[in-house]
């Protein structure tokens, strides 16, 4: 079992294997606490299968992990309870109104009832949900239902939120706030987990890491890592420095 430390995550050598297809490669990498960590990559690039493996959904085939100080190994249930989870796809009840899948959540995450008003009003009030409460979600603008799972996933107030391509399929308005938010959990002490396929939302991250086919291709500050692969290119993004670097593992 790894050591504990100040780390929200820590992982090393982790890998997932399904068959003879190698899904995540033996990769290394750790979070601080209260960094906004974005895990970057291509469709494919086994993004969401580290992060259900991080959230203890699926066990790792090999290597060691700590998430929240509990092994992913064999504390999976602890973690669950410790994080807050968005998975890529809508995970809420379509044919639940706003109002019935929160109070379902309270229960998922065994919220003491005494709070159980108070983190409604939170949610519907974070959600901007309150006048649509009693609609069946299905009705809902995707922008819309992302907010509400955003909410849901913070009802028992984690430490460590994890949020699988949560931008996906959602207008570059919704993209805007929902980072606002991400920025405003940080400042209060969450560490935010973010796994997302567009190049340019590294700038609202402390620290990336870009990966393609299960292996880690950089790791750093925005800033650091464009400077290390193009310190003559000012004009240069993320997606310039992604293709850069498969260009040269394949020379």
Not at 20 to 39: C, L
Not at 78 to 100: N, R, V
Not at 115 to 141: I, N
Request: hydrophobic share 40%.
């Amino acid at each position: 079992m790894m050591a504990l430390n100040s780390n929200a995550v820590s992982v090393k050598d982790l890998e997932k294997r399904f068959g003879s297809f190698t899904a995540v490669d033996r990769i290394s990498f750790t979070v601080k606490k209260g960094e906004i960590y974005g895990f970057i990559g291509p469709n494919g690039a086994g993004k969401s299968t580290t992060i259900r493996m991080l959230c203890g959904i699926i066990i790792p085939t090999s290597g060691l992990g700590q998430v929240a100080g509990h092994d992913i190994f064999t504390e999976s249930e602890k973690i669950k309870h410790a994080i807050g989870y968005m998975s890529q796809k809508f995970s809420l009840y379509e044919d639940m109104t706003p109002q019935e899948n929160i109070r379902f959540y309270l229960g998922i995450y065994n919220v003491p009832p005494a709070r159980w008003q108070e983190r409604m009003e939170w949610a519907l009030e974070v959600s901007r949900l309150h006048e649509v409460k009693r609609r069946v979600t299905r009705d809902l603008p995707p922008g819309w239902r992302q907010r509400l799972a955003l909410s849901c996933a913070l009802l028992h107030d984690p430490h460590i939120l994890f949020l699988d391509e949560p931008t996906s399929g959602v207008d570059p308005i919704t993209r805007r706030h929902f980072w606002d938010f991400v920025h405003q959990l940080a400042a209060q002490g969450v560490t935010c987990f973010v796994t997302t396929h567009y190049m340019d939302e590294a700038k609202n991250c402390d620290c990336v890491l870009m990966i393609n086919e299960g292996r880690i291709v950089a790791e750093g500050g925005p800033a650091s890592i464009l400077e290390d692969v193009f310190p003559k290119n000012p004009d240069a993004d993320l997606n310039d420095v992604f293709i850069e670097l498969m260009a040269r593992r394949q020379q």
